[in-house]
């Protein structure tokens, strides 16, 4: 009993409403003699005039006059507007020029606001995809203008002018803050344009989707520990050669950072049309990194480097041992580096070469000054032993005047003792003077191992604060939240 009821009061409220018969009356005399292939003007000769706006958020709103939709509201008992489907009135076939959607018209065929002045109101919601060139050059600082250009596929310009809705491009009021994009804004642009083909011009609207990339998700994840991982190639700078950890702190960190650049390429653009900015920064400082693997070698040769496998050339003494070290204000213990000592130092070696020509061969033996000679007197020979110049017997040096005369014999035996005696002493001098050379020159070539440690820190460093500040100066802006 209770569902009649209901069903007779539904019917009661149907027969008494008034909309119902007018509007499908109206319906009834708009679209008995309606030609969805005519186009809605009263004088053919002139264009059809469509407003085309867009909101960035899947909508597109269009809008026209069709003159064979207008009525007089109060003969259809004050019915206004009307919900047509599309397929039933003439639309505009405004497409996407630049479409890369399957169907290549990506809307939903949603109802015409049809009024009673013939305005017709046509807002399809979907999705639009577009062919966009992208400019990964400032990557991941980059701003990406993707154009969406529409226009009608079989109306010139004499037949349907397309208006732009709104001077100031499309309505963002309703867009949605996007975590990777920052927009900066959507302007739009009519264009007149006549094709070879068509002496008609046709026209187009074209929106420009100018966006931003959010460079805080880059900037933490990517550059940050890239400039770690080069900082700690630095470090093997400071580290002793003779740790044994050097090198294999170095090629470690090469190898680190070649991993990590292999995730950085996967985040990467994939186009060969420029070079990012992000990607010529992890190339320097790979470049880098490898670069002191190769000088820490180089370190190490220096280092471990002995006087009877190789001799120091003049150069390295005058560029690692003077020069350079006193650029770098370093100092040996117990040697100060000035340009005063390296100027005196290389004076005082001068003179001592031009010394040891103008010595005998005892004297640079025995260290000794040329004013005493060792010539081999003949055996008969009795000089004055009072002068002991040239010439002077060296056995009577020796020997005590009062017994000269009973040791005739004998000078024989102590003139060999004697030589024997400068046999050992030359020996010994040489060994410890070898020795001591030698010492002196591993001395040198550690220092020298220590000089280039020091300059390569000090480069390196350099070009990573250079390189990173380049880059980041480069860039159109550094940081966008």
Aim: hydrophobic share 40%.
């Amino acid at each position: 009993m209770a569902p009649m009821l209901a069903a007779l009061a539904l019917l009661a409220l149907i027969s008494v409403s008034e909309q119902g018969p007018h509007e499908k009356r109206l319906l009834n005399s708009l679209l008995n003699s309606y030609n969805t292939l005519e186009r809605p003007v009263a004088n053919e000769s002139e264009p059809l005039e469509v407003k085309f706006g867009l909101t960035l958020q899947q909508i597109i709103d269009v809008e026209w006059n069709d003159y064979n939709l207008r009525w007089n509201d109060s003969d259809y008992g004050g019915v206004k507007d009307l919900r047509i489907t599309p397929n039933k009135l003439w639309k505009p076939d405004v497409l996407m020029y630049n479409s890369a959607d399957e169907g290549f018209d990506g809307t939903y065929q949603t109802n015409v606001v049809v009024r009673n002045n013939g305005s017709c109101l046509y807002v399809p919601p979907g999705i639009f995809k577009s062919t966009c060139k992208i400019d990964i050059t400032w990557f991941p600082f980059d701003d990406q203008h993707c154009d969406m250009k529409f226009g009608s596929w079989t109306y010139d310009g004499n037949q349907l002018d397309l208006v732009l809705k709104d001077e100031a491009g499309g309505d963002l009021s309703d867009f949605i803050t996007n975590g990777e994009w920052y927009l900066i804004g959507m302007p739009g642009k009519k264009n007149t344009i006549t094709y070879a083909c068509c002496p008609e011009p046709y026209v187009d609207v074209t929106f420009t989707i100018m966006i931003r990339r959010r460079t805080l998700y880059y900037f933490f994840n990517l550059i940050v520990p890239c400039v770690l991982i080069s900082s700690m190639a630095l470090l093997g700078f400071t580290l002793p050669p003779d740790s044994g950890e050097k090198l294999t702190l170095g090629v470690t960190i090469l190898l680190s950072l070649t991993v990590f650049l292999n995730l950085v390429a996967e985040s990467l653009p994939s186009t060969s049309d420029a070079v990012p900015l992000i990607g010529t920064y992890f190339n320097c400082i790979m470049f880098m990194v490898a670069s002191s693997v190769v000088l820490t070698v180089v370190v190490l040769n220096y280092h471990h480097r002995t006087a009877d496998i190789h001799e120091m050339p003049q150069w390295i003494k005058t560029v690692f041992l003077q020069w350079l070290p006193w650029i770098l204000r370093m100092s040996r213990p117990g040697k100060k580096i000035t340009r005063k000592t390296i100027m005196m130092s290389n004076r005082m070696r001068e003179l001592e070469l031009k010394e040891r020509s103008s010595k005998s061969l005892l004297a640079n033996v025995l260290d000794i000054d040329d004013d005493f000679r060792h010539v081999p007197p003949p055996p008969n020979s009795t000089a004055s032993t009072g002068n002991l110049g040239p010439g002077t017997d060296f056995r009577r040096s020796f020997v005590r005047p009062s017994t000269m005369e009973d040791v005739g014999g004998g000078l024989g035996s102590h003139h060999r003792e004697l030589h024997l005696i400068l046999r050992e002493l030359q020996f010994i001098t040489a060994r410890m003077k070898k020795a001591d050379e030698e010492a002196e020159l591993i001395s040198d070539w550690k220092f020298a191992a220590m000089v280039v440690d020091r300059f390569c820190l000090f480069v390196f460093t350099l070009f990573t604060i250079i390189a990173t500040v380049a880059v980041l100066l480069s860039a159109p802006h550094i940081i966008v939240q």
